[in-house]
């Protein structure tokens, strides 16, 4: 059954349960109510009129994490492609050998025929890889150097949720490899970032102290990776 709330559709499904329950589901904002088998209608008709004004907040909420969400890359002409923090236009050519270089405005991509759109990912992922492995090998030992804090090894990861990590136990710092698309101040803040939890911990006041100290405008620079 399907009801209106306020001019909301709303699917109501009967259960073997004493109350009623209202959720908005993800990603679209879709509105379930479970609801007794015997309870009458003019009641859930009621308790969903109330949850109306809730119900719209939780929607807009949705719709705006949605918009955050960068839209999926398909890795084909014309999208745009970020390395370090500049946009690149994508073109697409089929050729004998994998590649990918930069000329001027536009990122050209030459693939194996027929290949499918994940092979066409992780060549670019293999390729940010590479750069920032070069980049964060030259940064890394100059920060080490400034701050007095050295880790044991680290390490480039395609990680999607977080910019870096690191180990203090084991002294190993991972990088995520999503930050070659990002500005190499975003790379300098996230080394420091890290080096900086081999002393600290947690983000508490000596942390943020440490990080004042040896990058001022380090606010700024995550700022840009938000
Ligand atoms: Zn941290």
Request: aromatic share 8%; with cysteine; net charge positive.
């Amino acid at each position: 059954m399907v009801i209106q709330i306020d001019g909301i559709p709303a699917e109501v499904v009967r259960k073997r349960m004493k109350t009623l329950r209202l959720t908005v589901l993800p990603p679209d904002g879709r509105v379930r109510i479970s609801a007794p088998m015997l309870l009458p209608k003019s009641v859930i008709l009621a308790f969903a009129e109330s949850k109306a004004e809730w119900i719209r907040k939780q929607q807009e909420k949705m719709r705006e994490r949605e918009a955050c969400r960068p839209a999926e890359m398909r890795f084909v002409s014309g999208e745009k492609l970020e390395v370090w923090g500049k946009t690149y236009i994508l073109r697409v050519s089929e050729g004998t050998r994998w590649g990918l270089s930069l000329e001027r405005e536009t990122a050209m991509l030459t693939t194996r025929p027929g290949c499918t759109q994940e092979q066409r990912e992780a060549h670019v992922n293999e390729w940010y890889r590479g750069m920032l492995k070069t980049e964060a090998a030259r940064r890394l030992p100059v920060w080490e150097e400034r701050t007095g804090l050295r880790c044991d090894s680290w390490q480039v990861k395609n990680m999607k949720t977080r910019w870096g990590t690191c180990n203090p136990n084991t002294r190993k710092v991972w990088l995520s490899l999503q930050l070659a698309r990002k500005p190499l101040e975003c790379l300098d803040y996230v080394i420091l970032h890290e080096l900086t939890h081999l002393k600290v911990r947690n983000h508490g006041k000596e942390f943020q102290a440490f990080l004042d100290r040896y990058m001022p405008d380090w606010r700024e620079r995550r700022k840009q990776l938000k």
